[in-house]
């Protein structure tokens, strides 16, 4: 179970987290401003300075316990994988890692999908594990006793990728959409349960070419704030958004000082350096800027390990770093920040050679060092994957 994002042909794992210290962040009002050219740079960003103590989750190993999806969603007593087209999503006991059931199946009828996308939505409270298919124009529900097909939501417009937020209390949910050209009108809106609009932002300038090598993204790691960035191949200057009451407000953005790729331009005259491929994340105290390059390897393109610029969301301090896993030891290619976790998937062969390294020097509680001996105690591998899932400070 990877958490991998595609680009067009280019595989590119678009992750993020965080500290901060010295250099250029301008504040303009609420929107703060980095130019990477003006960030300095630091050494590598100790994991422990921004979550608590992590808890390891060894996943039910029984054939169909398996999940090919990669999108993670958490709850007090649960965790749902969302699907991909080789299989439906799955839900699990998060104190065990035990297998519960399908979520949902893959198909066209009623209540299926070929495919989910962002983070699944678990509602303990109303017993209702929520996804969002690719290309759809329905959010759908399923019982979090069953995984059955439970109800569904009309969308008011078509959404090729997107995220979303839902309030069952309130009877609401807030959708934001991939904005392609000619095709989705708003970047998001607000809706009852109905379909009826209580308020929607049209795409405006955000609108692209009609391209899946594009993503939206949005990290949910703070409580009713719905965080949104756009991914997209070319260099476009793009910024964080945070979704109000029927606007966008800009809150942070990079400078990365290149040529913007448009329609027509000739791609061979610009280099790797010219696309960084970025991606923003929103955590309670920091900005976080995944950047990396366009590699070419043998099947196009794959990006190289990104760098980190951390910003304060106080004063706008910014660096540039790397991280460095110090409950396990171990130097991080790539980070994950999501639904206020930091979250890392270990297959069995990589997690039996870092928890040596993890129980002799890591920075563990007595009671991790016992858990993670407990999980050695037993694995193989051709056991199901590990997590690693700490909550954010």
Same mark, same amino acid.
């Given at each position: &179970? ?56 060894? &996943?039910?190993?029984? +054939? ?35 297998? $519960?059931?399908?979520?949902?199946? +893959? ?22 594990? *929520? $996804?969002? /298919? *690719?290309?759809?124009?329905?959010? $759908? ?31 609401? =949910? ?14 998001? *809106?607000?809706?009852? &349960? ?44 793009d910024s964080l958004y ?5 606007? $966008? ?11 913007e790729i448009n329609a ?30 366009? =590699? ?31 409950? &396990? ?5 790539? =980070? ?11 297959? /069995? ?45």
């Open positions: &179970m990877k958490i991998d994002f595609l680009f067009s042909g280019i595989i590119a794992a678009t992750m993020a987290v965080t500290l901060s210290s010295c250099s250029s962040g301008k504040n303009d009002g609420d929107l703060i401003s980095i130019n990477i050219d003006k960030v300095t740079k630091a050494p590598v960003t100790l994991l422990s300075k921004f979550t608590g103590e992590p808890e390891f989750i060894a &996943m039910d190993s029984r +054939i169909e316990a398996f999940a090919t999806g990669y999108n993670y969603g958490f709850s007090d007593h649960y965790i749902c994988i969302g699907a991909s087209i080789k299989g439906p999503a799955k839900l699990y006991d998060r104190a065990t890692g035990r297998f $519960l059931c399908n979520v949902g199946s +893959i198909g066209r009828g009623p209540g299926e999908y070929l495919n989910t996308y962002g983070s699944p939505a678990i509602d303990e409270e109303d017993g209702t594990i *929520w $996804l969002l /298919p *690719w290309q759809t124009q329905t959010l $759908l529900g399923y019982d979090i006793a069953t995984g059955k097909f439970k109800k569904e939501i009309p969308l008011k417009y078509f959404v090729p990728k997107g995220q979303f937020r839902i309030d069952p209390k309130a009877g609401t =949910v807030t959708v934001a959409a991939l904005p392609f050209r000619d095709i989705v009108p708003m970047i998001a *809106w607000k809706q009852d &349960m109905q379909g009826n609009i209580l308020w929607e932002i049209p795409a405006g300038h955000l609108t692209i070419v009609p391209d899946f090598s594009n993503e939206i993204e949005s990290s949910n790691n703070i409580q009713g704030t719905f965080d949104l960035s756009l991914v997209t191949w070319g260099g476009r200057s945070v979704i109000e009451e029927g606007r $966008l407000e800009p809150v942070y953005t990079v400078d990365f000082n290149t040529r027509g331009d000739d791609y061979n005259s610009f280099t790797a350096e010219d696309i960084p491929i970025h991606s923003y994340i929103m955590l309670p105290r920091h900005f976080v800027t995944s950047v990396s390059y366009p =590699v070419a390897n043998q099947y196009g393109f794959t990006t190289g390990k990104p760098e980190y610029i951390i910003t304060d969301r106080n004063d706008g301090e910014s660096v540039r770093t790397t991280f460095y896993n110090d409950f &396990m030891q171990e130097d991080m290619n790539y =980070v994950s920040f999501l639904d206020g976790y930091f979250v890392r998937v270990y297959d /069995p062969e990589e997690f039996m050679e870092a928890a040596g390294t993890a129980l002799k020097d890591g920075n563990l509680s007595e009671s991790n060092k016992a858990r993670i001996s407990s999980i050695l105690e037993t694995l193989t591998p051709e056991s199901n994957d590990i997590l690693m899932v700490a909550p954010l400070k």
